[in-house]
């Protein structure tokens, strides 16, 4: 069987200091091995933006970090870890993370379930976060 790899991404919802809520999602981006975005619709325009991974003084080689991005340039375990986004505006902090896992394996079947599972929690995660928003 062909090796395949299979990416774990739990994305936790942030916290904050105000009302606001914050998320990481992941996007896109043929230009990186995996890129992520720390989100709120209602965040201001001059909103800092800093991340970094837990239990390290700087991102690890291989992850760079370019406002509310966080691109890997890489694919690989050495990567895993919880990440944190720290938004800070003039009037409040706001933190969202996610917690990076790579597993390489080499089951097709049990790799496409896990897709399928990951791919159906996100959508809720959506969902609820989209819920909650409607809520206040």
């Known amino acids: 069987m062909p090796d395949c790899h299979f990416l774990l991404t ?4 942030g916290f904050s200091i105000s009302q606001a809520l914050y998320i990481v999602e992941r996007v896109e981006n043929p230009f ?4 992520y975005r720390c989100v709120d619709d209602a965040a201001p325009e001059n909103t800092a933006y800093t991340w970094q991974r837990e239990g390290w003084l ?5 992850v ?20 944190i986004c720290t938004a800070t505006t003039h009037n409040s902090i706001n933190y969202a993370s996610f917690y990076r896992y790579e597993h390489k394996t080499e089951d097709t079947f049990l790799n496409s379930i896990f897709h399928i599972v990951l791919g159906l929690w996100m959508q809720l ?3 609820f976060c989209f819920t909650k928003s409607l809520l206040y």
Do not use: I, W
Request: glycine residues 8%.
């Open 10 to 13: 739990v994305l936790l919802v």
């Open 64 to 83: 760079q970090a370019d406002g509310n991005r966080l691109q890997f340039l890489k694919s690989t375990s050495d990567l895993n870890g919880l990440y």
């Open 58 to 62: 700087t991102l690890p080689d291989g």
């Open 125 to 127: 995660n959506k969902f």
């Open 32 to 35: 990186y091995a995996e890129e």
